[in-house]
């Protein structure tokens, strides 16, 4: 499974619709197999939603994002995790670990954030 976070410089970009960059990870049986850096197309947000559809991404990670860029997201497949923060090899250590329900990693006022979460999953 291939999951994109979204990167600003070494932290969880603030805003997915503006991230310049993702580090994209594969993951297998709770492992991690692979990582590699993609930038982001500028070219608006068809660009950005078919170049995740196109590396393979099953779950996106980020901070905040548009309500109209996270449903066109989401028609593709995707899951996306929003509202979160912090460093993103910590918030990557976490997600691995079934851990990133942790206050520490919701975005600061983020109430929706806390209700996003079910039973240590995330539903979609």
Known sequence: ???ALARWGNRISPLFDVA???L???ISRGRLISRRQVKL???GWPSRV???VHL??????CGGISNFLY???VARGIQVIPWVTGDVEEVLQAYLQGQLYQERFAMPGCRRWRHRHRGGRWGR
Request: proline share 0%; no cysteine.
């Open 1 to 3: 499974m291939r999951v």
């Open 20 to 22: 310049q960059e993702t």
């Open 24 to 26: 994209v990870v594969e």
């Open 41 to 43: 197309d500028d070219l």
């Open 50 to 52: 078919e170049q995740l």
């Open 56 to 61: 393979g991404v099953r779950v996106l990670i």
């Open 71 to 73: 449903h066109q997201v």
